[in-house]
């Protein structure tokens, strides 16, 4: 009989711990998803103004909106379970599913089991994603945008004003024509020393080819002026086919960032990348900003809890205690997000963002906990005062 019954909690604990995180994950992904589109919202005006200046493509958008939502995920994941844990427990509160709960015999530590589950497969989430994803996102989105700036096609789409491909070379188009042609075109290039090359013409157009791309332009005349001669040479033609790598922008070698580099060349850089974006306690900071973020969740999960499960059930709402929740929530992302970028000018910083992510922490583990504490019935009235 004996061990019946016992087969019989085992079993029904197990169906109040699957009930119970299944409620927590879908409420989990849909305040996720809800966070992430508010965040990608307002980031898209800003990619839409850079796609439009650089005349870039559609998919372009599409995949600097991607590369986005990866690198702020880390950030919002936290802020998604928080808000999860409050909905879904608050909801049971009201509707007496806690209470049935208690008086049936389940214990504050298996009605917490399945959030703090949830926020250890979280927290092992985020530690993948700032670790090794949001590093790689950054690197393409930086590249992406590099590329978008730099391509031949976008300086050469822009009727009606001066574009300086490098230095002493200058393409200006008047209107763009019909079938994405070009139309009063002029090229002047003074990047050899002692030689003036100007071309004009009355049309162009791009083409794509397997080798390196090309401009066809038709219609016009080259002059190229020797100032130590002053001789003036010209060519009229009807047809002439320019390089359009000799047009392109000249590329400088670029240093990542740190919050660019993988794992390995943050613990231990290049030479080159002390030289260009050290000192070395650039890359600590970074380093600490990475290992401190997984940890969030933990902590809006026990504030969660706390506000939610300590202190004397009301059913006439316990809007209080969860706007306290919320505002400790806010706070420490906030402090958490002010302290990443002072973090990154100096790195004596950096323990304070572990102080930020553990107090609220420890402090929901004290107000869940407190009845197992010693002293608990002193630590009991001081809950029952402090708690609305």
């Not at 070009?182 to 080798?211: C, F, H, N, S, Y």
């Not at 392109?248 to 993988?262: H, Q, T, V, Y």
């Not at 709402?317 to 906030?334: D, H, K, P, S």
Request: proline residues 5%; glycine residues 6%; aromatic residues 10%.
């Amino acid at each position: 009989m004996a061990f019946a019954v016992t087969l019989y909690r085992i079993s029904m604990n197990r169906i109040f711990t699957f009930y119970l995180l299944r409620q927590l994950l879908f409420a989990f992904l849909f305040a996720t998803g809800a966070v992430t589109f508010v965040v990608l919202f307002t980031q898209s005006f800003r990619l839409v103004s850079a796609v439009i200046e650089n005349a870039a493509s559609m998919m372009v958008f599409l995949k600097l909106l991607g590369l986005s939502a990866l690198t702020f995920l880390p950030l919002v994941i936290p802020l998604g379970l928080g808000t999860a844990i409050v909905f879904v427990y608050n909801k049971m509160a009201m509707d007496s599913e806690l209470v049935v709960m208690r008086a049936a015999g389940v214990s504050l530590l298996r009605l917490t089991e399945p959030a703090l589950f949830l926020a250890g497969a979280v927290t092992i989430l985020c530690g993948i994603l700032t670790l090794w994803v949001t590093p790689a996102a950054n690197r393409a989105l930086v590249a992406q945008q590099y590329d978008m700036r730099n391509s031949y096609a976008i300086f050469l789409s822009r009727p009606g004003s001066f574009n300086d491909l490098s230095d002493g070379l200058t393409f200006y188009a008047n209107k763009r024509g019909p079938g994405g042609t070009l139309q009063g075109i002029l090229i002047q290039d003074v990047r050899e020393p002692g030689k003036a090359l100007t071309t004009m013409a009355a049309a162009g157009q791009i083409v794509e080819t397997d080798a390196n791309p090309q401009m066809v332009i038709f219609n016009g005349r080259r002059q190229e002026f020797d100032r130590e001669t002053g001789k003036l040479s010209e060519l009229v033609f009807d047809q002439y086919i320019l390089d359009l790598d000799a047009l392109r922008k000249a590329k400088s070698d670029r240093f990542p960032l740190p919050r660019e580099l993988p794992l390995s060349e943050l613990i231990s850089p290049s030479p080159e990348l002390l030289k260009t974006r050290g000192p070395m306690s650039r890359f600590y900071s970074e380093l600490h900003m990475r290992l401190a973020t997984p940890f969030l969740s933990f902590s809006y999960t026990l504030v969660a809890l706390a506000s939610i499960l300590c202190g004397a059930f009301n059913r006439r709402g316990m809007t209080g205690r969860i706007l306290i929740g919320a505002t400790v929530i806010i706070v420490t992302q906030a402090s958490f997000m002010t302290l990443s970028g002072l973090v990154a000018r100096d790195d004596d910083l950096s323990l304070l963002l572990y102080v930020v992510v553990m107090v609220p922490t420890l402090l929901g583990a004290v107000f869940l906990s407190g009845d197992f504490l010693p002293h608990r019935s002193r630590l009991a009235r001081w809950l029952r005062k402090v708690l609305p």
